[in-house]
């Protein structure tokens, strides 16, 4: 089992739809969650990150940690074509020098139709 | 800020050869991290080097390795190359706070 779970898509959506994108661990000392996007033959850009439990918002985006079930999300409101990327979630594991050791899920690939 | 630069972009070489790439970081920036994506085991980490020493190391083998120089420039270095080392590299840097990495646009190299 890997210790990060996200479903790979891909995921299609109409233009202005509210997009949901999920990720699962396994390992509970993980302190630090981020969000990537990655454009196709580009490097990931990192959107969004979140220290422990609760949400966290930048303009359409919100991301959401849930240590209790060990789960997160990001929720992207009125998503656009433009936001037709791969989405990666990544964890940071505790430990010293270990905030730069990030463990990625698979990645979700996401199109938005206009 | 100028983001982190990556060279070459792209690289074929055939089994056996050994190859280096080179990395950036952000100015200013002292870790510089390494990750392999592959489109079966997604993007995975190699090592880490802050202040030019190893700080992390991922579960890759000992043909791959690397380095950081004075300026936190880092380079990375791959020996007989096997055909399962097509991927690709992606390195991102770091101040050292909170993991937040930023990436480059990364090598995709090819082993024929």
């Known amino acids: 089992q890997k210790e990060v779970e996200q479903d790979p898509g891909p995921l299609s959506v109409p233009e202005g739809a509210i997009v949901s994108l999920n990720c699962t661990y396994s390992n509970s000392a993980f302190q630090y969650f981020m969000w990537y996007r990655q454009y196709s033959r580009k490097g990931p850009e990192l959107l969004m990150y979140t220290y422990s439990s609760g949400n966290k918002e930048d303009g359409r985006f919100t991301a959401q940690v849930d240590k209790s079930s060990k789960y997160i999300s990001l929720f992207i409101r009125d998503s656009q074509p433009s936001d037709s990327a791969t989405y990666l979630c990544a964890m940071s594991p505790p430990g010293a020098g270990g905030y730069n050791k990030l463990i990625f899920g698979a990645g979700t690939r996401l199109a938005v139709h206009p | 800020k100028a983001g982190v630069t990556q060279t070459p972009r792209y690289l074929i070489k055939t089994r056996g050869q050994q190859v280096t790439l080179s990395c950036s970081p952000i100015?200013?920036?002292?870790?510089v991290s390494w990750y392999q994506q592959t489109p079966g085991q997604g993007l995975q980490f190699l090592f880490e080097?802050?202040?030019?020493?190893?700080?992390n190391k991922g579960n890759f083998p000992g043909r791959f390795s690397g380095r950081q120089f004075s300026n936190s420039r880092s380079e990375m270095n791959v020996s007989t190359l096997e055909l399962g080392d097509s991927a690709l590299y992606l390195c991102?840097?770091?101040?050292?706070?909170?993991?937040?990495?930023?990436f480059g646009p990364g090598t995709r190299l090819t082993v024929l």
């Open positions: 080097y802050f202040s030019e020493t190893q700080r």
């Open positions: 100015s200013g920036h002292r870790s």
């Open positions: 991102a840097s770091s101040s050292g706070d909170l993991g937040l990495q930023y």
